[in-house]
């Protein structure tokens, strides 16, 4: 019983598409992250939403946004994808403020490759 | 601003051999320190946190961590290393009371178990 799902585990596409990743919670955490991994395995937040409130890393192209249908899901959408967005997206939750000595719980990562 | 600082981008030790991965941290006030561990092709598992109390906290397959306020640093150990111990691992941290709820991460350490 996952925890924390994300599809496609992988993607590959070329240059210029417009692609998502989707990614649901069942552990009913009010907070949803999305995380970029780079070739040097660097952890970067790019979103976190919590209760409708959106907090963006200010270094994110505005080519990716994040949508909530509900609490239980954040997807994360990618217009006009470029050879640079290629990378591990994780997404992950936790209580967020609620209880932020809680840790926080990864989905298994979707590789995503732009050719 | 908090910040994680982890300065050995690999640590390599032999099977059986006790096991230690640095970690460095900065936050305003009291912080919340957390261990994350990363293998191939997976998402990040949580090992172990430090919340309050006890410097010394025992988390998941043995491993263990100590919290030093003084020199605001949180090291993951293990006294006998095992072969499939071969991980990245991430330290993260976040302010104890008021700032950003969301964790800060470190640049992640390849640990590697020779047998």
């Known amino acids: 019983d996952t925890a924390v799902s994300q599809t496609p585990k992988y993607l590959v596409t070329q240059m210029g598409n417009d692609k998502s990743i989707k990614c649901e919670q069942n552990l009913g955490h009010d907070t949803m992250y999305w995380y970029k991994q780079d070739s040097k395995k660097f952890l970067k937040i790019m979103f976190s939403?919590?209760?409708?409130?959106?907090?963006i890393n200010e270094t994110v192209p505005n080519r990716f946004s994040p949508k909530s249908p509900d609490k239980a899901h954040l997807n994360l959408h990618i217009n006009s994808l470029e050879l640079g967005d290629s990378a591990v997206y994780f997404c992950?939750?936790?209580?967020?403020?609620?209880?932020?000595?809680?840790?926080?719980?990864f989905g298994q990562g979707t590789r995503l490759t732009v050719v | 601003a908090q910040s994680v600082a982890q300065p050995e981008d690999q640590v390599n030790v032999a099977e059986g051999n006790p096991l230690t991965v640095k970690c460095t941290y900065s936050?305003?006030?009291?912080?919340?320190l957390f261990w994350y561990v990363q293998y191939p092709n997976r998402g990040l598992q949580f090992l172990l946190k430090y919340i309050t109390g006890d410097n010394l906290v025992k988390g998941s397959y043995g491993f263990e961590a100590e919290f030093n306020k003084s020199q605001t640093s949180f090291h993951l150990k293990k006294p006998s290393a095992l072969v499939s111990d071969s991980a990245l691992y991430f330290c993260a941290v976040r302010p104890g009371a008021g700032g950003s709820y969301i964790p800060t991460f470190g640049r992640g350490t390849s640990l590697i178990v020779h047998p």
């Open positions: 936050v305003s006030g009291n912080p919340y």
């Open positions: 939403y919590n209760n409708k409130e959106l907090i």
């Open positions: 992950a939750s936790s209580l967020g403020r609620v209880r932020t000595d809680t840790e926080a719980f």
